[in-house]
T-cell receptor
Framework: AQKITQTQPGMFVQEKEAVTLDCTYDTSDPSYGLFWYKQPSSGEMIFLIYQGSYDQQNATEGRYSLNFQKARKSANLVISASQLGDSAMYFCAMREPFSGGYQKVTFGTGTKLQVIP | DTEVTQTPKHLVMGMTNKKSLKCEQHMGHRAMYWYKQKAKKPPELMFVYSYEKLSINESVPSRFSPECPNSSLLNLHLHALQPEDSALYLC???????????FGQGTRLTVV
């Protein structure tokens, strides 16, 4: 069974500073995918970044980068130059190998990030 | 168009009511999902439809009844719900081989 662990229930960061949100995972499948989603108070889940288990390089999307350490089974999200609009809940998630045209995703418990002016 | 649209945004219903949640996407995605999210908890998968066929039912009580009338629409029919069913219900869609799923803004359901 797959398991995702986020050990930081809440984090504070000063505006314009960088912040790292931790995520560790456990799976016996060699093929998997890791995601980070942002959920503002409005409720919508916003996709931020994806890392495939066979990807050699760490994923980056604008101010977001994923620090993927496969041997340690960690997939930490780094947000550079934090903005007030980054205040939200952040979920790490893992996808099982593709099957039947859909993806089965397990979410971590989330980290609430608050950006301080 | 990269939107998943859910209606209504908010719903208050009594325990004897019958209501439906609606989800629509026009991205050509062939997999659609219903998630339930309680306050301060992660989303939990309820149902998955792939090519308009129910592929996963995560042991959801029968008072929740999903329906996929066509490849763009996903409904969740609600009947005789309990107060503990109050939650944010999220719809999502994805395509095989793609990475992320696209989520709607959710329906905030309150059962009184």
């Amino acid at each position: 069974a797959q398991k995702i662990t986020q050990t930081q229930p809440g984090m504070f960061v000063q505006e314009k500073e960088a912040v790292t949100l931790d995520c560790t995972y456990d799976t016996s499948d060699p093929s998997y995918g890791l995601f980070w989603y942002k959920q503002p108070s409005s409720g919508e889940m916003i996709f931020l970044i994806y890392q495939g288990s066979y990807d050699q390089q760490n994923a980056t999307e604008g101010r977001y980068s994923l620090n993927f350490q496969k041997a340690r089974k960690s997939a930490n999200l780094v947000i550079s130059a934090s903005q007030l609009g980054d205040s939200a809940m952040y979920f790490c998630a893992m996808r099982e190998p593709f099957s039947g045209g859909y993806q089965k995703v397990t979410f971590g418990t989330g980290t609430k990030l608050q950006v301080i002016p | 168009d990269t939107e998943v649209t859910q209606t209504p945004k908010h719903l208050v219903m009594g325990m004897t009511n019958k209501k439906s949640l609606k989800c629509e996407q026009h991205m050509g995605h062939r997999a659609m999902y219903w998630y339930k999210q309680k306050a301060k908890k992660p989303p939990e998968l309820m149902f998955v439809y792939s090519y308009e066929k129910l592929s996963i039912n995560e042991s959801v009580p029968s008072r929740f009844s999903p329906e996929c009338p066509n490849s763009s629409l996903l409904n969740l029919h609600l009947h005789a719900l309990q107060p503990e069913d109050s939650a944010l219900y999220l719809c999502a869609s994805s395509n095989q081989g793609h990475t992320e799923a696209f989520f709607g803004q959710g329906t905030r359901l309150t059962v009184v």
